[in-house]
Nanobody
Framework: QLQASGGGLVQPGGSLTLSCAASGFTLGDYAIAWFRQAPGKEREGVAC???????SYGDSVKGRFTISGDNAKKMVFLQMNSLKPDDTAVYYCGAVRYGFCAGYRSGDRTAYWGQGTLVTVSS
């Protein structure tokens, strides 16, 4: 299971950190990715961290978002800086099969999904 948390309301230019807690599976067998879905838009892969620690980011968040993990605590974090109104969405974490990030953005290899946490960027 995955439990996402940390969403909320933040002003443009602000920062927010999302957390994803994993349980019930071996974290090292999966990559963990963050996805988001804004109203009326398709789901988008935002960031991913593989079991080896290699990271991958979507073009829209590169340089602003940072994904990190704490294997001992089975937690993955998404640090979001310089937030824009376009970042407003429900954010989900997902466990991606086989432990690597390549191709994660489609969501096809996602075995488990968290419940989503809403991020609203607005003044």
């Amino acid at each position: 299971q995955l439990q996402a948390s940390g969403g909320g309301l933040v002003q443009p230019g602000g920062s927010l950190t999302l957390s994803c807690a994993a349980s019930g599976f071996t974290l090292g067998d999966y990559a963990i990715a963050w996805f988001r879905q804004a109203p009326g838009k398709e789901r988008e892969g935002v960031a991913c961290i593989g079991s080896s620690g290699v990271t991958s980011y979507g073009d829209s968040v590169k340089g602003r978002f940072t994904i990190s993990g704490d294997n001992a605590k089975k937690m993955v974090f998404l640090q979001m800086n310089s937030l824009k109104p376009d970042d407003t969405a429900v954010y989900y974490c997902g466990a991606v099969r086989y432990g690597f990030c390549a191709g994660y953005r489609s969501g096809d290899r996602t075995a488990y999904w968290g419940q989503g946490t809403l991020v609203t960027v607005s003044s």
